[in-house]
């Protein structure tokens, strides 16, 4: 069995990534490869994965999926009360990874984490598919529950509360902004020997280096 997982391996060629190809800012740069994942149409462009760490160092991760981004940092939401917001109030710092398999890429962006503001996690909010908001009611996140009727119980305890009327946002529930600091760009290339281009943000702007794989 472990032989049959050691000899998966896959040679990477589809693209390639210079130093003189990429923009000034990461935020430029991830634009760009926004654009051509979104033309791939790949599935689900926006799932990332989300690493944290408690205040004693012990890391955690999960997927989440992005709602928004700028040159001010990269927006999701989530109940604050879960573990990851737990850990994000103790340890607010972070790292985002996308890995788009169909392009050969990967972005890594470590940075600060802030909450949103109470409008934008409004707007977010009242954009939501009902249920979803119901959802964000119904769900006590990372506590554990004994059965998924509990659940079920309390999704439609809440739905019939909420009838004919507007859901408004729990207080427990809203947004956060990954400012980053660090954002590498990695292109697969043949032999393993990859592509990646390292961002470090400085007192007077992005600095790029060159990373060995």
């Not at 109470?118 to 004994?146: C, D, K, L, M, T």
């Amino acid at each position: 069995m472990s032989h049959t997982i050691a000899s998966i391996r896959k040679d990477y060629m589809r693209h390639s990534l210079n130093e003189s190809d990429v923009a000034a800012s990461p935020i430029r740069q991830f634009d760009t490869w926004w654009a051509e994942a979104v033309k791939s149409e790949i599935d689900e462009i926006n799932a990332m994965t989300l690493a944290t760490a408690t205040n004693d160092g012990l890391p955690d991760a999960r997927i989440v999926l992005l709602k928004g981004y700028d040159e001010h940092g990269f927006v999701f939401f989530t109940n604050y009360h879960s573990n990851k917001g737990q850990q994000m109030e103790e340890n607010p710092r972070a790292c985002l990874v996308f890995f788009w398999k169909e392009l050969e890429r990967q972005v890594r962006i470590t940075g600060v984490i802030e909450k949103v503001s109470e409008a934008e996690s409004n707007e977010y909010f009242h954009s939501r598919p009902h249920s979803s908001r119901i959802g964000a009611w119904a769900s006590p996140q990372s506590q554990v529950i004994e059965s998924r009727s509990i659940l079920e119980h309390k999704e439609k305890e809440l739905s019939q509360t909420f009838e004919g009327k507007e859901i408004p946002r729990p207080l427990h529930w809203g947004g956060y902004r990954l400012k980053p600091f660090s954002m590498e760009f990695w292109q697969g290339r043949p032999s393993r020997l990859h592509d990646r281009i390292h961002y470090t943000l400085e007192e007077n702007g992005w600095k790029i280096e060159r990373l060995a794989p």
